[in-house]
C-alpha cells in the first residue's frame, strides 16, 4: 500500500493531469480529503526537520506541541481559503470544478507537494532575510546562499506548474500554460505590495 502511495505521488509529479484525472474519477468524500490533508501536514513537519541547513539556513518548523496545533489550525484555515478561490475563480473563467473536487485537488497538490515546498518554501524565507539584512545594511556582508536561491527558484517553478496543471484539470481547462499565466499574474500586483513592506519590515 506504501509502495502504491508514493507510485501515485511520483505520478503526481511527472503525469499532473492524469493523477488528478484519476483522483476525481473515484468520487472520493470529505473523509479522503481530510486524511490528505492531515497526511500533508505531517510529512511537511517531518521533511522541516529532515531539510539540511545550508539550505534553510536557522529557519525551523514549530516546537512543542501548541506550536503544531497552531501551525495545524494555520494550515486548515489556509486549505479552507485556497480551496473556495480556486473552486469559485475557476468558475469565474468558465470552469467545472464544484467545491468538493476543488477542495480533494488541492488536498492531493499539498501531499505530493509536502516533500518538496517546505525546502523551497524555507530557502525562499532564508533569501529574503538576506536580502532584507542587505537592505538595512548595504556595507555588511551578503548572506545570501546560492543553493537555497536555487532551490527557491527551481523549486517555486515546479510547483507553480503543478498548480497550474491541477487547476486546468479540475476545472476542464485545455491549456495549463493560460492557467500559468493567470497564476502569474495574480502573483505580480501582490509581490509588488507586499515586498518593499517585507524589505523594510
Same mark, same amino acid.
Given at each position: 500500500m506504501v509502495g502504491a502511495v !508514493? &507510485?501515485?505521488?511520483? @505520478? @503526481?509529479?511527472?503525469?499532473?493531469?492524469?493523477?488528478?484525472?484519476?483522483?476525481?474519477?473515484? @468520487?472520493? @468524500?470529505t473523509q479522503v480529503i481530510a486524511l490528505m490533508v492531515l497526511l500533508a501536514f505531517v510529512v511537511r513537519q517531518i521533511m522541516v526537520i529532515l531539510i539540511p541547513a545550508e539550505i534553510v539556513g536557522d529557519a525551523a518548523g514549530p516546537h512543542g506541541i501548541g506550536s503544531y496545533i497552531g501551525a495545524l489550525i494555520g494550515a486548515l484555515i489556509s486549505f479552507g481559503i485556497v480551496t473556495v478561490l480556486i473552486c469559485f475563480v475557476g468558475r469565474a473563467f468558465g470552469g467545472t470544478g464544484d467545491l468538493r473536487q476543488s477542495a480533494l485537488v488541492v488536498a492531493w497538490y499539498d501531499v505530493v507537494t509536502s516533500i518538496t515546498s517546505p525546502a523551497v518554501e524555507l530557502a525562499a524565507r532564508r533569501n529574503l532575510e538576506a536580502m532584507r539584512a542587505l537592505a &538595512?545594511?548595504?556595507? =555588511?556582508?551578503?548572506?545570501?546562499?546560492?543553493?537555497?536561491?536555487?532551490?527557491? %527558484?527551481? =523549486?517555486?517553478?515546479? %510547483? %507553480?506548474?503543478? #498548480?497550474? $496543471? #491541477?487547476? $486546468? &484539470?479540475?476545472? =476542464?481547462?485545455?491549456?495549463? !500554460?493560460s492557467v500559468?499565466?493567470?497564476? !502569474?499574474?495574480? +502573483?505580480?500586483?501582490? $509581490? +509588488? %505590495?507586499?515586498?518593499? +513592506?517585507? +524589505?523594510?519590515?
Open positions: !508514493f &507510485e501515485n505521488i511520483i @505520478g @503526481g509529479y511527472l503525469h499532473p493531469r492524469a493523477s488528478v484525472r484519476r483522483l476525481l474519477s473515484g @468520487g472520493h @468524500g &538595512e545594511n548595504p556595507e =555588511g556582508p551578503v548572506m545570501l546562499s546560492d543553493s537555497a536561491a536555487l532551490v527557491a %527558484l527551481a =523549486g517555486g517553478v515546479v %510547483l %507553480l506548474w503543478l #498548480y497550474a $496543471a #491541477y487547476i $486546468a &484539470e479540475l476545472h =476542464g481547462f485545455r491549456s495549463a !500554460f500559468l499565466a493567470v497564476l !502569474f499574474a495574480m +502573483m505580480i500586483l501582490p $509581490a +509588488m %505590495l507586499l515586498t518593499p +513592506m517585507l +524589505m523594510g519590515a
